[in-house]
């Protein structure tokens, strides 16, 4: 399995699971994301990271991500030691991320870094955290921030105040030049209308796709990340006025310039679609 550029779907498989791996690997996830932090009793961290390590070394063709424990943990470096020596390790999420020294120590291993913004503080760092070399997104951990915050939770209060986080992602990530951020998880896993919902929501803020607990939430979420019909058409349309070689041209009476151009491409690449020309 390949990271996608922009991953739809971001699944989380417990480290201490392993008989879980290859079915998180086959269940048509986007990436896959093996956990070391929260989904692991601590008494259990050791027995985790070495059952990663044999699923790696036996499988010679990973291509997973690994949540680490927090730079403020005692496992912190036995984690990146783990994810340095393993081809099959292609990026690295930082859970609680908030110190740019523990993402440059993340980014030393050589692999691409997610910090996970999950606090009052990571927010407060989010324009240098953006900023450390070898970044490659952000990711929302809004479960984590709403304790964090002290906030109500499935508030209007809280909601308002977890989306003008949401912004922050996505602006920062743009300024910096990172790929789109990567949208919180949703716990409940049989509310599919909800999470295709917030999917959707998530897409129109720019976000590239969403974290998940479980493969039913899957579709869901994939549904919530593709463009709807008439959205599609007319890129669609955009695109073939494109190949046709028209300079200058409208389409539904508007003008349609380069950056009308792009965005029907990037409708059409979330679609899966291939482009017209």
């Known amino acids: 399995m390949t990271v996608s550029k922009a991953p739809r779907s971001v699944l989380f498989v417990p480290a201490s699971r392993p008989e879980r791996f290859a079915k998180a690997v086959a269940s ?8 070391l932090e929260d989904a692991v009793a601590p008494s259990a961290k ?17 291509n997973i991500i690994v949540r680490v424990n927090s730079a403020g943990s005692q496992e912190f470096a036995a984690d990146l030691a783990l994810c340095q020596q393993q081809p099959g390790v292609t990026a690295i999420m930082v859970a609680k991320a908030q110190s740019t020294e523990a993402l440059q120590q993340a980014s030393a291993t050589g692999k691409p870094v997610w910090p996970l913004v999950e606090s009052a503080l990571g927010v407060e760092e ?17 479960l984590d921030m709403g304790l964090d915050l002290g906030i109500t939770p499935e508030t209007a209060g809280a909601r308002l105040m977890l989306d003008r986080i ?15 951020p990567i949208e919180s998880v949703y716990p409940a896993i049989d509310d599919e209308q909800t999470l295709e919902n917030m999917a959707r929501q998530a897409r129109e803020m720019g976000f590239a796709g969403m974290l998940c607990i479980h493969p039913r939430q899957l579709q869901p979420i994939h549904r919530g990340f593709r463009p709807d019909t008439t959205e599609l058409e007319w890129a669609r349309r955009v695109l073939a006025a494109v190949a ?6 409208t389409v539904d009476g508007q003008m349609v310039d380069a950056p009308v151009i ?14 017209i020309g």
Do not use: N
């Open 28 to 35: 048509g996830a986007d990436a896959v994301v093996i956990d």
């Open 46 to 62: 050791s027995t985790a990271r070495e059952a990663l390590r044999d699923y790696l070394e036996t499988t010679p063709d990973a």
């Open 126 to 142: 989010l324009a240098r955290i953006a900023k450390v070399k070898g970044v490659e997104r952000v990711c929302f951990g809004a």
């Open 166 to 180: 949401r912004c922050d992602l996505v602006l920062h990530s743009k300024a910096a030049g990172l790929e789109a």
């Open 244 to 249: 046709d070689g028209e300079g200058v041209f």
């Open 262 to 275: 792009q965005r029907a491409q990037k409708i059409v690449d979330q679609a899966g679609d291939t482009a």
